[in-house]
Structures are given as structure tokens and as C-alpha cells.
């Protein structure tokens, strides 16, 4: 079956503009994480969804980044007046139940 | 707080070597240990895990044990292939973390032919 899908792969934008993140997890999943990850580093947790209720954003680096997941399927991740520090690949990943977690492709964002 | 330090890279081995990527954790409770696997170009893949104390996860020829005792959970295999070349993290999931996943900054593999 299908698996975690993202979009865009690839943004760039200008500092100082907004951009929105798209995940789409697996069909039936129930949990949705959110992680960034810089140049070589593994990947950082942001936030995560169970169902539409955010359970934790204690990752999420400051007021500028926010997520919503309002049907329980579809996320997506808002950074606003990006920077250029904001630059790295952002990962999507789903689980149904359990703590395997599915990892979708990422976006990879740049900040100029 | 719950972490993961893991054999820093880039590891260089020709065809055939014996593998080994040191990894070791620190968590409150009784995490699950993943590792997982980065190919040129793709995403995250899930190579094996291991839930408990001694349990061994095992996948394409890599294997790692849970080792509760020395808290560590270093990948193994015993012959590696051009096909291994890769980056490779080390993570574990624990209920004090709420089930996100806490990875180690990744271990660079190249196999030469």
C-alpha cells in the first residue's frame, strides 16, 4: 500500500516568508510525528498527533512553527518569516499503533 | 533526558569486512532500540529493532542485541557489500519519551568494491 507521502520535496523560499509542509501518513494510522533534520544530524522531534490532538509540541523550536492535523489525516507544519536557520530536511512519519514508526521522504527546505 | 550516542563516521571497509557501529543509550525506563537506515537518496527505513533485554533484531544480515546491562545496541554484520553503503542512525522510543523517536546523529557507511 501506499506510504507516508510529503510535499513539496524540495522549497526554497526567501528569509522572512511563510511556508507549509505537507503530511500525508499512511491510511489508518492514528499517531503523526514531525522531526527536522540539519545536516548531518539525525533527525529532531518537533511535535506529534494523536487523531487531530496535538500531544506534545515541546519540540517545536519557537512561536513561528505550529502544526495542525485537523481531520486526523493530513498535517501540516507552518513556519512563519522563515529564517535561515530554518533551513534542513523536515521528516513526517505515522504509526498506527505500537512504536514502529513510518517515515515518509521529507522536504528538504532552504532559506536564502 | 533520554539520549543516544552512536560511532561517530564516516567508516570506510572494503567488500567482505566485518561491521561493527558502536551504540549506547541512556533512558529512564525500558526503551525499545531501533536502528535505522538512510540509502543515497531515499528516507528513513527501519532496518531492525529490539523490545526487550536480549532480544536480537535482525534484518538483510545486520544484527543488534539489546544489552541492558552495558545499555548498548551495536549493529553487527559479518560481510558487507557495495549495496550496504549508507547512513546509518541508532534510536530508541521509551514511554517517558511519549513514543517520539530519539536518534543518534548517524553513522556514515562506504563500502569499497
Known amino acids: ?112 | 533526558g533520554d539520549s543516544v550516542t552512536q560511532m561517530e563516521g564516516p567508516v570506510t571497509l572494503s567488500e567482505e569486512a566485518f561491521l561493527t557501529i558502536n551504540c549506547t543509550y541512556t533512558a529512564t525506563g525500558y526503551p525499545s532500540l531501533f536502528w535505522y537506515v538512510q540509502y543515497p537518496g531515499e528516507g528513513l527505513q527501519l532496518l531492525l529493532k529490539a523490545t526487550k533485554a536480549d532480544d536480537k533484531g535482525s534484518n538483510k544480515g545486520f544484527e543488534a542485541t539489546y544489552r541492558k546491562e552495558t545499555t548498548s545496541f551495536h549493529l553487527e554484520k559479518g560481510s558487507v557489500q557495495v549495496s550496504d553503503s549508507a547512513v546509518y542512525f541508532c534510536a530508541l522510543s521509551s514511554y517517558s519519551s511519549a513514543s517520539k523517536i530519539i536518534f543518534g546523529s548517524g553513522t556514515r557507511l562506504s563500502i569499497r568494491p
Open chain 1, 1 to 112: 500500500g501506499a506510504g507516508v507521502s510529503q510535499s513539496p520535496r524540495y522549497k526554497v523560499t526567501k528569509r522572512g516568508q511563510d511556508v507549509a509542509l505537507r503530511c500525508d501518513p499512511i491510511s489508518g494510522h492514528v499517531s503523526l510525528y514531525w522531526y527536522r533534520q540539519a545536516l548531518g544530524q539525525g533527525p529532531e522531534f518537533l511535535t506529534y498527533f494523536n487523531y487531530e490532538a496535538q500531544q506534545d509540541k515541546s519540540g517545536l523550536p519557537n512561536d513561528r512553527f505550529s502544526a495542525e492535523r485537523p481531520e486526523g489525516s493530513i498535517s501540516t507544519l507552518t513556519i512563519q518569516r522563515t529564517e535561515q536557520r530554518d533551513s534542513a530536511m523536515y521528516r513526517c512519519a505515522s504509526n498506527l499503533d505500537g512504536n514502529e514508526q513510518f517515515f515518509g521522504p521529507g522536504t528538504r527546505l532552504t532559506v536564502l
